[in-house]
């Protein structure tokens, strides 16, 4: 079965930055759409960001301008870099091929 796995979660201050690693022994991140998802608190799960195949990665208003998703070179991982954090964007955060999701990252977004 095939593992997603997220880590770099954690406490951050806000308008400090977080960086979020996916990774995956049996994916090559250079074939799928890989998407970071969130959940609060109370809410429903939402989308955060894309990274589609024909590499126009998409974003959610609120992670555009702060939110960045990138993939490694070697196919390997999948990166949520994100800055001026605020303690709304506090929530799990999950990685998913489409097909398969990790268990997920807390960030806590708090002074």
């Known amino acids: 079965q095939v593992q997603l796995v997220e880590s770099g979660g954690g406490l ?3 308008g400090g ?3 979020l690693v996916c990774s995956a022994s049996d994916i090559d991140f250079r074939r799928v ?7 609060s608190p109370g809410k429903e799960r939402e989308w955060v960001a894309s ?3 024909d590499g ?6 609120f992670a555009r301008g702060r939110f ?3 993939r490694d070179t ?3 991982r999948v990166f949520l870099f994100m800055t001026d954090l605020k303690p709304e964007d506090t929530a799990v955060y999950y990685c998913t091929d489409l097909t398969n999701w990790g268990q997920g990252t807390q960030v806590t977004v708090s002074a």
């Open 17 to 19: 930055p977080a960086k």
């Open 51 to 53: 990274s589609p195949l």
């Open 33 to 39: 759409e890989v998407r970071w998802y969130r959940q």
């Open 68 to 70: 960045t998703i990138s």
């Open 56 to 61: 126009i990665r998409k974003y959610a208003d």
């Open 12 to 14: 951050a201050r806000p």
């Open 74 to 76: 070697a196919g390997n």
